[in-house]
């Protein structure tokens, strides 16, 4: 690989980034680690893609070290690697690790559970605690250690309470804490309430900073792997992921590069720390730099945008628009109902309409709730389905697409029932480093032909599904050929699990559920990625997500319940939904909605947001009600 003389390197694909943007990507000393504070659609994740090329393609960043980019989503990890990957090649990009923040305290966890003193270490296979509403792994061993509610909790509240209450105190646990939490935690590290040991994904985090702690040679050892460490959507880290970066990191020679926006700050909830900004500019003595570009929206709807930039006591900044768009671009609408099925049978129109003259697909058009998806949307989804289009809850399959072993698999079986060049090279990519096979090796050929001949294989099993046995034995098949031993060792985060098994038998079920509809394996897959589906999720699922149209469903009091409390995160959330769209926004409030024990919905509690939407000179209200109601 040839390398770029740093001073005449420039950023891949002929993009131009604004000043600030090109001073980050191109920074060479790593003292001066960097926190870059960028709205909606300011490019940060290309910003990391452009740096990891300017680091990688100067060697700047030397080989063998490597680049640590951690994020929050596992599609945001996901496409800031594709990115990187697209920009400057497979065999740079090998060096480019990005993970969650899930992952990165897993993958410690697992490679090197044994340097957890032994109170503490988990048993050698465990599985990722359930938390749902059937089944609460962590109360139960709460339960089981002798735990009482506090006197007044609603039961509702105490499983949060108890998911908070045992990673309270960082490890080991101090004398004082009480013995229901110390029992809890030995409960689950040796599976004795379940017949596997159970962990949430905050006790993993608790439980690699114990280990890196104890073993400082580790630490040592990841500071010399990793020369420059991302971490994006900085906002949201909560105390304890701080606290892991702190101890990895923490007065090293690895350059950090942090980027955020408070604004788009959503997570508090789940224990997001508000003070990170300047907690890291502490520590860390990170430079500040601020983007200005928004390349994502059309001015317009960018004049909405600004609109909230003041509900933050922000400065208010002169954000620019990508020279793409003309000063007219941009449309919003707020619709008054009467009822949610006028509501429904109306915006499935509307998304017809989109559809039928050409100007969006399916998945150009997002759906989005402030909650319970299932709720907001079943009579919406009716109607989509009574005019043959396909909408679904996009939250029940966000993650598991995004899955390293499920992107293997259905790859596999994409080249099976047609010809595909991207997915045969990712396939194969994997095959060769499984069975470690540089490219100038006499053995990739060999390696090339097994795979050619296995999908020749793979074809004829095809040919003959009739059951979700079938699938299952398929995907058997797949996960064999690529040895499940190899793939474990490969993807990190699935080491010490039986996790590969339970995702096997999900995606039979999910592909025999669309064969079934659709008839045919191509179009299973297809309709499984979502390509010709209307994506209905949470505003916390779409984070990190853009779309040409999206309609807000639900602009309602219920919708908040909790905006007295927790004002300014629900003001982030809002923020969050509207800076989705590219192109047209679509807000919708019902009078009567069928939601808990109130069908009437209101508007006061968020007076607010309409009187900002009224303010903005850009919304149109359009009405759909019996009456002539002035809602702006």
């Not at 110390?182 to 689950?188: D, G, M, N, T, V």
């Not at 400065?315 to 619709?335: C, E, F, M, R, V």
């Not at 005019?387 to 966000?398: F, K, L, P, S, T």
Request: hydrophobic letters at 40%.
């Amino acid at each position: 690989m040839k390398i770029i003389d740093k001073h005449i390197w420039e950023p891949a694909d002929g993009l131009t980034l604004e000043p600030a943007a090109l001073q980050v990507v191109k920074s060479e000393n790593n003292e001066n680690n960097a926190l870059v504070i960028a709205g909606p659609g300011a490019g940060k994740t290309e910003l990391l893609a452009q740096r990891a090329c300017f680091l990688l393609e100067t060697s700047t960043c030397n080989a063998p070290r490597k680049i640590l980019a951690i994020s929050f989503k596992r599609d945001a990890a996901k496409n800031l690697a594709e990115r990187v990957e697209k920009r400057c090649g497979t065999e740079l990009s090998k060096r480019f690790q990005s993970m969650t923040y899930d992952a990165f305290a897993k993958s410690l966890v697992d490679r090197f559970y044994l340097g957890i003193p032994k109170e503490y270490r988990p048993n050698s296979v465990y599985d990722i605690a359930v938390a749902d509403r059937t089944q609460n792994d962590i109360r139960t061993a709460y339960e089981h250690a002798g735990f009482v509610p506090p006197v007044g909790m609603r039961p509702r509240d105490i499983n949060d309470f108890l998911e908070k209450e045992i990673v309270r105190y960082a490890l080991p646990l101090p004398q004082e804490s009480d013995y229901p939490t110390k029992a809890a935690w030995e409960l689950l590290l040796k599976g004795d309430v379940t017949d596997t040991a159970r962990l949430s994904f905050t006790m993993i985090t608790r439980l690699a900073t114990y280990l890196l702690q104890c073993n400082q040679q580790l630490i040592k050892s990841l500071q010399m792997t990793y020369s420059h460490v991302f971490l994006d959507e900085f906002q949201d880290t909560t105390r304890i992921q701080y606290e892991l970066v702190k101890t990895c990191f923490y007065n090293s020679n690895s350059g950090l590069t942090a980027v955020g926006d408070g604004k788009q700050r959503i997570m508090v909830w789940a224990g997001a720390m508000r003070d990170v900004f300047p907690n890291f500019t502490s520590d860390f003595g990170s430079t500040a730099y601020q983007l200005v570009m928004n390349h994502r929206s059309a001015p317009r709807l960018i004049e909405i945008q600004k609109m909230f930039f003041s509900r933050f006591n922000e400065q208010p900044i002169s954000i620019q628009t990508n020279p793409k768009w003309q000063a007219t671009d941009g449309q919003a609408y707020l619709h008054m109902f009467d009822d949610h099925v006028q509501e429904a049978k109306t915006i499935v129109n509307l998304v017809q309409g989109y559809i039928n003259d050409g100007s969006h697909k399916p998945n150009d058009i997002c759906i989005l709730v402030k909650q319970r998806v299932d709720a907001y949307s079943s009579e919406l989804i009716t109607e989509f389905n009574q005019c043959g289009i396909q909408a679904r809850n996009e939250g029940v399959y966000q993650d598991f697409l995004k899955e390293d072993y499920i992107s293997l698999c259905i790859n596999t079986l994409i080249i099976a029932v047609r010809r595909d060049a991207s997915s045969w090279t990712y396939c194969r990519n994997i095959l060769l480093d499984l069975k470690s096979v540089d490219e100038s090796s006499s053995e990739i050929h060999a390696s090339q032909r097994e795979l050619s001949d296995f999908i020749t294989e793979l074809k004829s099993d095809l040919r003959a599904i009739d059951n979700e046995n079938n699938l299952k034995m398929i995907i058997k098949k797949i996960t064999d050929f690529y040895s499940t031993d190899a793939l474990k060792a490969y993807f990190p985060q699935y080491l010490r699990s039986n996790y590969i098994e339970r995702l096997s038998s999900q995606l039979a079920k999910y592909l025999w559920e669309e064969y079934d509809k659709s008839g045919t394996v191509g179009a299973a897959i297809n309709n499984l990625l979502g390509k010709n589906t209307v994506p209905i999720m949470t505003i916390h699922k779409s984070k990190g997500l853009e779309f040409k149209t999206i309609i807000f469903l639900g602009l309602e009091d219920a919708a908040f319940f909790r905006f007295n409390d927790q004002r300014e995160e629900d003001t982030a959330a809002f923020f969050v939904a509207l800076s989705r769209a590219k192109n047209t926004l679509h807000f919708t409030f019902s009078k009567v909605r069928p939601f808990g024990q109130f069908s009437n919905q209101h508007r006061r509690v968020i007076a607010d947001f309409y009187q900002a939407l009224h303010d903005s000179g850009v919304v149109e209200p359009v009405y759909h009600t019996t009456g002539a109601e002035v809602i702006m």
